[in-house]
């Protein structure tokens, strides 16, 4: 498997929770910075992610854990227009 195909589940993982959780406009970008994959979410919520434990029945809530848990680097960034999501991953090798 490519590193583009290894990558799509992260950035669509970020992208899903970005539609199932903002009300109004987003904006998703992804980017590769020094040798990491980065995805960003702006929107204008100023409601930070809010882990939820995880519905077998279909009802979701393992997102937010998922990206958290295989970012190397996850952070949340308050600005007066909302905040930032940001999640990165060291490229594959």
Same mark, same amino acid.
């Given at each position: 498997?490519?590193?583009? +195909?290894?990558?799509?589940?992260?950035?669509?993982? /970020?992208?899903?929770?970005?539609? +199932?959780?903002?009300?109004?406009?987003?904006?998703?970008?992804?980017? *590769?910075?020094?040798? @990491?994959? /980065?995805?960003? &979410? +702006?929107?204008?919520?100023? @409601?930070?992610? /809010?882990?939820?434990? !995880?519905? #077998?029945?279909?009802? !979701?809530?393992? !997102? #937010?854990?998922? &990206?958290?848990?295989?970012?190397?680097?996850? +952070? &949340?960034?308050?600005?007066?227009? !909302? @905040?930032? &999501? *940001?999640?990165?991953?060291?490229?594959?090798?």
């Amino acid at each position: 498997m490519g590193r583009r +195909r290894r990558s799509r589940p992260r950035g669509g993982r /970020v992208a899903g929770n970005a539609i +199932r959780h903002t009300r109004g406009p987003w904006h998703l970008s992804l980017d *590769q910075r020094q040798g @990491k994959l /980065v995805a960003t &979410v +702006r929107d204008h919520s100023n @409601k930070a992610p /809010v882990p939820r434990s !995880g519905d #077998l029945c279909g009802g !979701g809530g393992f !997102g #937010l854990g998922i &990206v958290r848990r295989l970012a190397t680097d996850f +952070r &949340v960034i308050p600005h007066q227009q !909302g @905040k930032t &999501v *940001q999640a990165s991953w060291s490229r594959p090798r």
